[in-house]
């Protein structure tokens, strides 16, 4: 008997495990040299004597908070991945309210802890939700930028006949054969015959 062979589909929705050690380790690098950036500012905005050190001495703590709710989103969010063995919304979900809790630990409170870790769960989760991108969905590659303009000009724009219908017919707004009716309705209240342009007659 031949083993069975998944199809295209099946093999697509295969979840891919990730490495959730290696990606917090990475993202603390990260977020901790952000951190530090920071500190630096703090230190140079502040009058102390403790000089450059000060980054380190009195604003060391900043660092150390980026470089744990860095550490702490990413192995939270891969590892819950892991465990559902999903990639959707709710991954970013879970590694925020973790990471939200390392900013309430700060200030020893249950409350704010749960406050912080919630907070940015749901602003994380919405952003998720909605694309993961400050600028929307991502575009299909697949499908060319200039047809896609052209089609989405073309779905909403409106006949002529339906904004004339609606708005009422002008000099700026008219449909075809506007200058022949023009010309009639003036011959018809005052008797006078308006020459017609050459490309209108034609």
Do not use: C
């Not at 929705?13 to 990260?30: H, R």
């Not at 602003?123 to 969905?137: D, I, P, V």
């Amino acid at each position: 008997m031949a083993d069975h062979q998944p199809d295209q589909d099946q093999v697509e929705e295969l979840y891919q495990p990730k490495d959730s050690i290696s990606a917090a380790i990475k993202a603390t690098g990260v977020t901790a040299t952000a951190g530090a950036f920071i500190s630096t500012i703090q230190n140079t905005l502040t009058r102390h004597n403790a000089g450059a050190w000060g980054a380190v001495t009195r604003f060391g703590s900043t660092t150390a908070l980026f470089a744990a709710m860095g550490g702490t989103y990413e192995f939270s969010k891969n590892a819950a991945a892991n465990l559902r063995e999903k990639d959707d919304a709710y991954n970013p979900a879970i590694g925020g309210f973790f990471a939200g809790t390392m900013m309430g630990l700060r200030f020893r409170s249950p409350p704010l802890i749960i406050g912080y870790g919630t907070g940015l769960a749901a602003l994380l989760f919405a952003f998720s939700f909605t694309g993961g991108r400050l600028n929307g969905y991502e575009r299909d590659p697949t499908v060319d930028e200039v047809s896609r303009k052209e089609y989405m000009r073309k779905n909403r724009r409106r006949p002529v006949e339906q904004t004339v219908n609606e708005l009422g017919e002008s000099a700026r707004v008219n449909a075809p054969g506007y200058e022949e009716r023009r010309a009639q309705r003036i011959k018809e209240a005052y008797g006078i015959d308006v020459p017609m342009h050459s490309d209108a007659a034609s």
